[in-house]
């Protein structure tokens, strides 16, 4: 084996000591690439206090929606309060000018002068718009937050910042994260779910928060 000696050091080097220092240093730089999960992710805990905070607000954009082999491209306007919501889609789209208001256990629906009622906004979208809309969750996946009501799988990037999860069946994926503040909202929001082929993409999401958030 062949070692190199510093006797003014005191160091010798061999073959083996090299791969032993490299093996470390690849390490180390691949545990520094690798986010913490949730429950030891600081910056994460912060980011979903943020979140959690954030009950009331504004956004725009479009929603590209792929259900049942037919593919639509409404914007939105989505007016959140506290547990209220309006949200109007309008534009390339089958169903015209729509507005949805609601709250836990009553949403209504208005199209073209006919408002319907019901006490869930999943049930009511399916069948008066013909595709689904999972607002009881959207409220929070939007923001790019699981929903409370069930047990979800978080992944984050090497900054410790959420980019996807899965709950309900559903797979969420945020990119393009902007700044309003102290808090950080995606620009763009996937949703997939195998189970029938459907997909929910909101792109272009431009955000209005509540003055105190900043």
């Known amino acids: 084996m062949n070692t190199l000696s510093y006797p003014r050091l005191g160091i010798r080097i061999t073959p083996f000591t090299t791969w032993a220092s490299l093996a470390v240093a690849a390490l180390l730089l691949t545990s520094c690439a690798i986010a913490p999960p949730a429950e030891e992710n600081s910056d994460w805990n912060r980011q979903r206090n943020q979140l959690q905070a954030l009950d009331s607000w504004e956004l725009r954009g479009r929603v590209n929606i792929r259900y049942d082999n037919e593919s639509h491209t409404p ?38 002068g006919d408002v319907v009622t019901a006490n869930s906004p999943e049930d009511l979208i399916l069948q008066q718009l013909g595709y689904e809309l999972p607002v009881s969750y959207l409220e929070y996946w939007i923001k790019g937050l699981p929903a409370p009501e069930s047990e979800a799988e978080l992944w984050f990037n ?39 082929d459907i997909r929910l993409r909101f792109i272009g999401l431009n955000w209005t928060l509540d003055d105190s958030i900043n």
């Open 158 to 196: 090497e900054l410790n910042q959420l980019t996807s999860l899965v709950q309900a069946g559903w797979t969420v994926s945020f990119t393009d994260p902007r700044q309003y503040g102290s808090i950080s909202l995606p620009r763009r929001v996937e949703l997939t779910r195998p189970e029938n």
């Open 75 to 112: 914007r939105i306007n989505w007016l959140q309060q506290n547990v209220e919501y309006h949200i109007r889609l309008w534009g390339t789209f089958n169903a015209g000018n729509t507005h949805i208001i609601g709250r836990p256990g009553y949403v209504t629906l208005e199209q073209g």
